[in-house]
């Protein structure tokens, strides 16, 4: 069964320092990787997405994402943090038919 | 993007009891999923529910403990049987998003404790 990793469960950083969250998957086929984000009190929300075509994607807000496939990663990165940032951080991965598998998330508080 | 709601939002239950979360969403859409997040634990699909049909569970999940319901294009409920503790989550839907293949869009969650 493929499975998602996320390390660091808790990330403090300061407004304006950069911010990289890793994601590894183990499966071995083609897949979609998708990063969504929890603010407060919110709804899960679809940062970005990769299906194919150009490894770096762009998302929302200013985050981006790079597809290695020699690595089995996608980690996801923002140069310049601010506070609004602070939420939980999923990456999830499908082989194609819609069945998500989700990393345990990043915890990322930004002090002001 | 669709625009999701789950009741109830929370509730508290005692063992032994049944809890059925309803999901609606704002337009037709073909495939709806259920997911579980139990503390500490990442997003667990437990079945996926496409109107007109049986929903398929995953592995580790079965109808007689989460039955599902799918009666139209815009409306599911997941039922939550004979509860015990374990069963302590937050408890999602979600909807793959119109023209978007393979996204999916989340409701709310219904945080449900089990005493």
């Known amino acids: 069964a493929q499975s998602v990793s996320q390390h660091n469960h808790h990330v403090i950083l300061s407004e304006a320092a950069s911010l990289e969250l890793g994601c590894n998957y183990s499966y071995g086929g083609t897949v979609n990787l998708f990063w969504y984000v929890q603010y407060p009190g919110q709804h899960l929300q679809l940062l970005l997405k990769?299906?194919?075509?150009?490894?770096l994607v762009k998302g929302i807000k200013g985050f981006e994402a790079e597809f290695i496939k020699s690595k089995f990663s996608f980690n996801l990165r923002k140069p310049s943090v601010q506070w609004s940032d602070t939420a939980e951080y999923f990456c999830?991965?499908?082989?194609?038919?819609?069945?998500?598998?989700f990393g345990k998330g990043n915890q990322v508080v930004v002090i002001p | 993007s669709a625009v999701i709601s789950q009741k109830p939002s929370r509730d508290i239950c005692q063992r032994g009891t049944s809890l059925t979360i309803q999901c609606q969403v704002d337009?037709?859409?073909?495939?709806m999923f259920w997911y579980r997040q139990q503390p500490g634990q990442s997003l667990t699909l437990i079945a996926t529910a496409n109107q007109g049909s049986e929903a398929t569970y995953e592995s580790g999940f079965v109808i007689d403990k989460f039955p599902i319901s799918r009666p139209n294009l815009t409306f599911s409920t997941l039922t939550v049987s004979n509860m015990s503790p374990e069963d302590s989550s937050i408890y999602l839907c979600?909807?793959?998003?119109?023209?978007?293949?393979?996204?999916?869009?989340f409701g709310p969650g219904t945080r449900l404790l089990v005493l």
């Open positions: 990769y299906f194919s075509g150009d490894p």
């Open positions: 979600s909807v793959e998003g119109q023209g978007v293949v393979e996204t999916q869009y």
């Open positions: 999830a991965v499908s082989p194609g038919n819609n069945r998500l598998a």
């Open positions: 337009s037709q859409v073909t495939m």
